[in-house]
């Protein structure tokens, strides 16, 4: 969409009129070159109403798709050493429910090598229908040959929609994969919805988690989003005794500016989106040398610690640590905030836990709107009574 000057309707005056009308002097006229906009227009339309029909404004016409070519829901499945990410088993299921809703088929589609066996599994967990390429080659994550074999899958199969774990290789992945498909990719969804024309409703924070924006892709094929660990539940586990689609990997697909050499493993960490039970410290915690109060709490209960936002800020602990929208999704049985006064971004995080107990000295605190459970009091008298009565108790 844009302006569009009619040249054969400019004359001298008008030329100069609209010159003169420019609130932002983006309008230049002479009698060689006659009419023209530059880079300063903000699109206020002012010459278009006072113009006189020499500059009008078009809408650029939408591109169209045909939508019936493109069917079915996709979950590409991340592994390491043949382990499926749990965030696959999570992606699967609400695929079953997206694809309910037009009655379209789960598709999975597996990289690797060595997979055949593995990729058996995603049919347990809801798959219709599951594509491997599997050789060699592919066996080391590297991204030009693995989006080589996505973007020739989704050429073959033409999924409508494309789910994908916000992992450290999914948001890798994807967005190469988009691009190449110049089609959109909406990142970290935290909900996503299905309309009768399979148009993909997908939904995640916005300006700072004060909105939640509904972005669709109605013009276009596939529909791509990553989706954050945690956020869908994994659905329960079916016996099934079915076999993969085999995919053809051609030597095309392996062709890599990159050459891995090695590969070092890194210490195993402490993964807060694995704990089924949580202590997360806010603000109300004074000092860092107060952490130890709460740390012997999260040590009776056999629980990880985890932190707000302003805690990382003040390297008390390290940003793995935190609990948020700019940090890990949980899921924990049981979550204990202490001093965390609630704010959108932190609860976007968390409000998916089973158990949330609440600790804080302002009633008033958002954290109680979603807490199961709260105490409103001083953290400091209530975690050592706490943490007594429970040392007492065992």
Not at 68 to 90: A, M, R, Y
Not at 269 to 275: M, P, R
Not at 284 to 305: F, I, N, P, W
Request: hydrophobic share 40%; with cysteine.
């Amino acid at each position: 969409m844009g302006l569009v000057i009619h040249k054969e309707v400019v004359t001298k005056e008008l030329g100069e009129k609209l010159k003169s009308i420019c609130p932002f002097g983006a309008i230049s006229y002479d009698e060689k070159d006659g009419l023209s906009i530059g880079m300063g227009c903000k699109l206020c339309k002012l010459c278009v109403k006072k113009g006189d029909g020499a500059v009008t404004f078009e809408e650029e016409q939408a591109p169209k798709v045909d939508k019936s070519k493109w069917n079915g829901v996709l979950v590409f499945c991340e592994h390491f050493h043949g382990k499926i990410h749990n965030v696959t088993f999570e992606l699967l299921g609400k695929a079953r429910e997206l694809a309910a809703v037009n009655g379209h088929k789960v598709l999975a589609l597996m990289i690797g090598s060595d997979i055949k066996g593995k990729a058996r599994e995603l049919f347990c967990y809801g798959a219709d229908e599951v594509y491997v390429y599997d050789d060699p080659g592919l066996k080391d994550f590297l991204i030009e040959p693995y989006t080589n074999v996505f973007y020739s899958f989704i050429q073959d199969i033409k999924p409508s929609s494309i789910l994908v774990g916000a992992t450290n290789v999914g948001r890798s992945l994807a967005p190469r994969v988009a691009a190449r498909l110049k089609t959109g990719l909406t990142a970290d969804c935290t909900s996503l919805e299905m309309t009768k024309d399979t148009d993909l409703v997908q939904i995640r924070p916005a300006f700072g988690g004060n909105i939640m924006a509904r972005i669709m892709t109605p013009n276009h094929r596939p529909q791509f989003c990553t989706v954050r660990y945690k956020i869908f539940s994994k659905p329960e586990r079916v016996e099934c005794d079915k076999s993969p689609t085999i995919m053809e990997v051609t030597p095309k697909m392996l062709v890599s500016n990159a050459k891995l050499l090695d590969v070092e493993m890194k210490p195993e960490d402490v993964d807060i989106s694995e704990a089924e039970v949580i202590v997360q410290c806010g603000r109300g915690v004074k000092s860092k040398t107060d952490l130890a109060m709460v740390q012997e709490l999260a040590d009776l209960l056999g629980a990880r610690m985890a932190c707000t936002r302003p805690l990382v800020e003040n390297n008390w602990f390290d940003a793995k640590h935190q609990i948020g929208l700019s940090g890990r999704t949980v899921k924990p049985k049981l979550l204990i905030c202490v001093g965390v006064s609630g704010a959108v971004q932190t609860v976007a995080g968390m409000k998916g836990s089973d158990l949330i107990i609440a600790i804080n000295s302002d009633p008033q605190a958002p954290i109680f709107d979603v807490a199961n459970y709260g105490f409103v009091g001083d953290l400091y008298e209530i975690i050592p009574r706490l943490t007594k009565m429970i040392r007492e108790a065992r």
